[in-house]
């Protein structure tokens, strides 16, 4: 129930925000004042997937980059490994995620 809450505030930002900035930097900002440490971003053809580290919890969350509307969205424990990362990491993918 709160991550739905997280990602649909982020949802709602992004779909507002999109149009004045590219959408991966307004998708890092917003993630980064919900307080997430470790943020990869992968973008493909018309999805971004994002994937947040916040204490011990990892969430990943797939828009569609033209209406910013979230396709999937998941969570679970990230590993100790991953919680020990902090930082952006972009990336571009041929592919979409869904």
């Keep these: 129930m709160r991550l739905t809450a997280l990602i649909a505030a982020v949802a709602m930002m992004v779909g507002t925000a999109a149009a004045a900035d590219p959408f991966t930097d307004q998708v890092i900002s ?3 004042e919900l307080g ?7 973008n493909g053809p018309t999805q ?3 994937e947040g580290i916040r204490g011990n919890r990892e969430y990943e969350v797939v828009y569609d980059r033209a209406t910013g509307r979230i396709l999937k969205q998941e969570q679970g424990f990230a590993d100790a490994r991953d919680r020990n990362q902090g ?3 972009v990336q571009q993918r041929d592919r979409d995620f869904v």
């Design 36 to 42: 997430f440490e470790r943020i990869e971003v992968k």
């Design 30 to 32: 917003e993630f980064r």
């Design 48 to 50: 971004v997937k994002v």
């Design 87 to 89: 930082g952006v990491e």
